[in-house]
């Protein structure tokens, strides 16, 4: 299972939980969620992110065209929120 990184990319209007360009935090291994020291994560969109990075983290046992291969960017619940960018570590 791959490693990812889930970083804001772009705040469009707002982030009620309080994110800046630039938090992250890390899917591990067997789904295990590390958040940076001192950070915090938003409920919600974590909830939104989860099913895709299940996925993400076993692209390579999907299909050749699934949709999950060529996505990178997932925004939160919000649409006036984040740009969530994720890429494998």
């Excluded at 707002?14 to 295990?32: I, M, N, S």
């Excluded at 915090?40 to 895709?52: D, H, K, N, R, V």
Aim: aromatic letters at 6%.
């Amino acid at each position: 299972m791959k490693d990812l990184k889930i970083e804001v990319a772009e705040i469009r209007k707002r982030c009620g939980a309080g994110h800046r360009v630039g938090d992250c935090f890390y899917v591990r291994g067997q789904g295990r969620i590390e958040i940076p020291q001192g950070k915090t994560m938003c409920m919600f969109a974590l909830q939104s992110l989860i099913p895709f990075l299940i996925g993400k983290q076993r692209e390579n046992e999907l299909p050749g065209d699934d949709w999950i291969r060529e996505t990178t960017d997932l925004c939160c619940p919000d649409p006036d929120g984040i740009l969530f960018r994720v890429t494998a570590v």
